[in-house]
């Protein structure tokens, strides 16, 4: 059971716009600032959004971030095959005193 | 470019200890807080601990204390994690990953992993 909750799947067809949720509590995105990342097939995961809504250098404008009280969101904008992937949201916790992930949302381009 | 490369992994059996490690290239080690995060086989990701910049705070998960110690060498941009007393539950790709800063703030880089498989 992970501390913040997102859900499990989701999908869209190409040039579709799909949001992704996660939910937390006052320890964690209710205090601290939540980032995003993205991990392909068998890879290791990147950063796909930092600091709720910053987008590194790289990442398309496509996708962005927003965040309000304890829950955040990640939208993704014209959909495209290469989208296909898991999404994590992560904060930090001050009750734990360390980072805590969403379980990670299966995005499938349909 | 940053590089970070996890080594150590293997099959351990169960009870047993094993030690992870990272090298660190292309950034300034001792600046940046690193962090352990590891992925069980089709599960999410797990923070399993924290290290800041000079090795002095640290801060593990509930499932690693007492278990697992995390530490640092800056002299040699190393990070390490000694791993004992393993369970099943700790097979996993095990995942070295980098802060933006010298105290907790965001992972901004991870390294490829090294897998742990506790069979016996």
């Known amino acids: 059971q992970s501390v913040l909750t997102q859900p499990p799947s989701a999908s869209g067809t190409p040039g579709q716009r799909v949001t992704i949720s996660c939910s937390g509590s006052?320890?964690?995105?209710?205090?601290?600032?939540v980032n995003w990342y993205q991990q392909l097939p068998g890879t290791a995961p990147k950063l796909l959004i930092y600091?709720?809504?910053q987008r590194p250098s790289g990442v398309p404008d496509r996708f962005s971030g927003s965040k309000s009280g304890t829950s955040a969101s990640l939208a993704i904008s014209g959909l495209q095959s290469e989208d296909e992937a898991d999404y994590y949201c992560?904060?930090?916790?001050?009750?734990?005193?360390?980072?805590?992930f969403g379980g990670g949302t299966k995005l499938t381009v349909l | 470019q940053v590089q970070l490369v996890e080594s150590g992994g293997g099959v351990v059996q169960p009870g047993g200890s094993l030690r992870l490690s990272c090298v660190a290239s292309?950034?300034?080690?001792?600046?940046?807080?690193m962090y352990w995060v590891r992925q069980a086989p089709g599960k999410g990701l797990e923070w399993v601990a924290f290290?800041?910049?000079?090795?002095?705070?640290?801060y593990y998960a509930d499932s690693a204390k007492g278990r697992f110690t995390i530490s640092r060498d800056n002299s040699k941009n190393t990070l390490y994690l000694q791993m004992s007393s393993l369970r099943g539950d700790d097979a996993a790709v095990y995942y070295c990953?980098?802060?933006?800063?010298?105290?907790?703030?965001?992972?901004?880089?991870w390294g490829k992993g090294t897998t742990v498989i506790v069979s016996s």
């Open positions: 990953a980098k802060d933006r800063q010298y105290y907790y703030s965001y992972i901004d880089v």
């Open positions: 292309g950034f300034t080690f001792s600046s940046y807080a």
């Open positions: 290290i800041r910049n000079d090795g002095i705070s640290k």
């Open positions: 006052s320890s964690n995105i209710g205090s601290n600032t």
């Open positions: 600091t709720n809504n």
């Open positions: 992560a904060s930090w916790d001050d009750s734990l005193n360390g980072v805590v």
